[in-house]
């Protein structure tokens, strides 16, 4: 272990807030910046607090907001401290659209200096009963002390901390409660769902509401002149494919990599050699769905996966691909973000990886009936724009 620091962990005879608490006995001057501080943690810590300043020692703590976790109530008491410590305490709260998210304890002693860097908030889960993991370091000639008071300078200077004042913390608290209650309200819907005892769109609609309004690429109007454009593409390709009798595998390579480029499943283009290994069976796939009459989403599925079980890398995103493209009202495009998409709204039976393997023609017949109710519900026109929403929410949540 090097000289001068140790790492601190909570335990049952120890923790983060023995060790923070017993700081603050000889301390001259504090240091603390947190991500979150919550009321379950005032009797440890607002008690030494009182006491160390009333010795003497001045300090400075700033609070994060990010996210809404941050108590009202902790910041009311912290607040009282702050006005009852004749200026030796300053207040300070986050005031970034980042995220706030330093742990630091740092103080100056009359024999030297203390700083603790981890991952322990001011919380009761951060004092004892969460894991969590820091390193405390004996500060002798005081430079990582200077630096914290640096830091936490700048971060007064570019704004990303401002001073606590109680209209601020009102209005905090006003939004908390909002955040709060819906919170609440999510996790019970999410367990209902979870339990397959609720299908709501609630979600979907809203992010459809944002994607509508969103004009960027993403959004609605692009997404659904893209997609129009590329299925009609994609539909010729696939005949031209499906015409190619015996060919060579590089001009097969050719028009299979200008039919992929035409759909919207990621990852695609990772396996087109190994796919134009099989080319032949490939084309015979394709030349057979196309002579199908309306077949239903379990039957072209199961005529397409009977050949592409032995095409690696022709997965259950391209089958259906294929398949929406020549029909977009009967067949959805099914993959992870679809799937995805579908928990959201509380069908939930699907495999998160849809794989040929652990996807029959039943439960792709499913997956495509729960695919058009959302449809529907959302009055959409046809399946592309589902898929279009469904990515939309994959991926600008991630």
Request: glycine residues 6%; proline residues 2%; charged residues 25%.
């Amino acid at each position: 272990m090097a000289q001068g620091l140790k790492l601190l962990l909570n335990g049952y005879d120890s923790g983060h807030g023995d060790e923070i608490i017993g700081l603050l006995a000889n301390a001259e001057h504090l240091e603390c910046m947190v991500a979150f501080a919550k009321s379950s943690a005032s009797e440890t810590f607002i008690k030494p607090l009182n006491q160390a300043i009333a010795c003497g020692m001045t300090a400075r703590v700033a609070v994060g907001l990010s996210l809404f976790v941050t108590d009202p109530a902790m910041l009311y008491e912290l607040l009282k401290v702050e006005k009852n410590s004749q200026n030796k305490l300053e207040l300070y709260l986050s005031s970034t659209e980042d995220t706030f998210h330093p742990k630091i304890y740092a103080v100056r002693e009359p024999g030297g200096h203390k700083v603790i860097v981890g991952s322990a908030n001011l919380t009761a889960g951060g004092f004892s009963n969460n894991y969590e993991a820091s390193v405390v370091a004996n500060d002798h000639d005081g430079a990582l002390m200077e630096s914290v008071q640096k830091h936490f300078g700048e971060l007064i200077e570019e704004g990303a901390l401002t001073r606590a004042s109680k209209a601020q913390i009102d209005k905090y608290a006003k939004l908390h409660a909002v955040h709060e209650a819906w919170r609440k309200m999510a996790n019970r819907r999410a367990e209902k769902i979870s339990r397959g005892d609720l299908h709501s769109l609630d979600v979907l609609a809203d992010r459809l509401a944002d994607m509508k309004a969103d004009t960027s690429p993403y959004g609605f109007t692009a997404q659904k002149n893209h997609r129009a454009e590329n299925r009609l593409v994609a539909r010729r390709r696939i005949k031209e494919i499906a015409g190619l009798g015996k060919v060579a595998r590089d001009t097969f390579l050719d028009a299979y990599e200008g039919l992929i480029e035409c759909f919207h499943s990621g990852g695609l283009h990772r396996g087109k050699r190994i796919v134009s290994q099989k080319s032949s069976r490939f084309i015979t796939a394709l030349a057979e769905v196309l002579e199908l009459n309306r077949a239903t989403p379990a039957q072209a599925f199961e005529l397409l996966h009977s050949h592409f079980e032995d095409i690696q890398r022709a997965g259950i995103n391209v089958l259906t691909e294929i398949l929406h493209a020549l029909d977009n009202k009967r067949y959805a495009v099914m993959n992870q973000n679809a799937v995805s998409g579908l928990i959201v709204a509380g069908y939930d039976q699907y495999p998160l990886r849809p794989l040929k393997t652990n996807i029959t023609p039943e439960l792709y017949e499913q997956f495509c009936r729960n695919a058009r109710e959302v449809q529907s519900q959302l009055e959409l026109e046809n399946l592309s724009e589902v898929d279009a929403l469904f990515n939309y929410v994959y991926w600008l949540d991630e």
